[in-house]
């Protein structure tokens, strides 16, 4: 009896669509495009600003616009439930705390990730002048 | 024990390799108790269908780690996987991700090597107690690694992987979960030395974290866990060796 083990292929190019799991990975790895985006929007932003007050209330003005303003709320969305939300759940995971014999409930520790998040994000409204 | 029977309709992959160019399906009809496992189906074909079926199992108890297959594409030790759960039709596959030796067993040889390379034994750079006192170990400190002691290396973990289907060099769950585990026993001492092996581009920083290892693993060992705890640590010991802390790798 002779060995001739069989390897099966697999497709670099559609082997997330082998199952639902690999499935919501892609989809929050495609968040990678809004970082992109977000990346170049602030670049642009920051040339505007650099260059002169026109630019800069212009830009201002450009994203406030329905059409972006829906863009960015869609973005938030998705950001939200394939970014915080799952990184949230498994922040436990990654940064367990040990005490003792036991270990912190992981709920303690999204309970903190959210309050953190909630108050980094009081701090970034209140500079931007919302209060 | 149940004495009301189903009757479950079994599409197992077959490969002979003195025969077969690719792998086949072959269906088998099979009367099952209500209470059985997959594991039990396929001793069913094995005693009463088909002789020439051939497939890993051991200890029909979720310790020996021998069953794992793929059933109806999921990683499953098959001992641990109940008929009652599944569908009439169930399909059985060799795990993914391996070479397919014949029918359902997988050519396991790569992961073998992969769990030597990650020394998986406590490293000792200070002597021994003296005479015969043992090494001290509190409960707290077992805590920290016992649960990653729970694995049975049944491979679910690299089937449910997409990252090692495409890059075979990439270590894996299961040999990373393992060097882990002797990381952060207190009494061993060799972190630095499985550093260069894990913290290389095949260790834990080729890991996506897709999580699917963890969500099969059917001991709840959680490699994902260990190896976003593992790029932490390696994150620490790579600072501190580049400012020259005490404890970071000479």
Redesign the interface.
Known sequence: ????????P?S?TT??M??G??KV?MLR?LTSFLVVFYSLLTIFALSALADSADRWNGFIASQQGKGMMVFHALALLYFLFFQTFPWFK?AP????V?L????LPDSYIIIGHYVAWIAVSICIFWLAGAF | MSTRTRTLELEIMRYDPEKDKQPWFQSYTVPCLEDWVILDAINYVKENLDTTLAYRWSCHMMVCGSCGMMVNGEPSLTCKTFIRELPDKVRIEPLENFPIERDLVVVLDDVIQKLHKVQPYIIRKDPPPAGDQEYIQTPGQLAIFKQLTMCINCMCCYAACPQYALDRNFIGPAALALAHRYNRDNRDQGKSDRLDILADHDGVWDCSFVGACSEVCPKHVDPAAAIQQMKIDGAVEFWKQKMGIPGGKP
């Not at chain 1, 009896?1 to 099966?8: L, Q």
């Open positions: 009896m002779s060995r001739n083990p069989y390897v099966r697999i670099t082997w997330y082998r199952n799991r690999y990975y790895e498994l995971k990654a940064m367990p040990q003792g014999e036991k270990r």
